[in-house]
């Protein structure tokens, strides 16, 4: 039996809750200030559909992969730089170092903006792992 790997993803991000402002997370440990929710959310690129297209083309999958989803989080720095990745939420650590690695190699992101201007934004990407049977 065939299995093909489906990967679906969606960012989660406060920005819908939002009426209007800009959300702030404290960053003690470097003493700046991190956005959660923005005016403008931060961007991989200006296609759409280009971050599925680079996490496709990436990610390399452990020999034993199962179900479930790994939601890493990062912040996208004022520069575009992802920084501070991390597992939020795992599902089997070499499963969880192949997305934080994924994450963490990113090239540059449009970043987001509060009243116009670049900030750094708090993101989640839960990436999807799904094995169904090809027919």
């Known amino acids: 039996?065939?299995?093909l790997l489906i990967i679906s993803l969606f960012f989660i991000s406060l920005d819908s809750l939002a009426q209007s402002g800009c959300g702030i997370i404290s960053d003690s440990s470097e003493s700046r200030i991190v956005y959660n929710i923005s005016d403008e959310p931060p961007k991989f690129s200006s296609h759409t559909d280009s971050l599925e297209?680079?996490?496709q083309s990436k990610?390399?999958?452990p020999?034993?992969?199962i179900e479930g989803a790994v939601y890493i989080g990062f912040v996208v720095?004022?520069?575009?730089q992802v920084t501070n990745a991390r597992v939020v939420k795992g599902i089997k650590?070499?499963?969880d170092n192949q997305a934080l690695s994924l994450v963490s190699n990113m090239?540059?992101?449009i970043p987001g903006k509060c009243d116009g201007n670049p900030i750094s934004h708090f993101m989640v990407i839960p990436i999807r792992f799904s094995l169904t049977t090809k027919e």
Do not use: P
């Open 1 to 3: 039996m065939n299995y």
């Open 53 to 55: 297209r680079y996490i």
């Open 59 to 61: 990610l390399t999958f």
């Open 63 to 65: 020999q034993e992969c």
């Open 77 to 80: 720095e004022a520069s575009g």
């Open 93 to 95: 650590t070499d499963i």
């Open 107 to 109: 090239s540059n992101w």
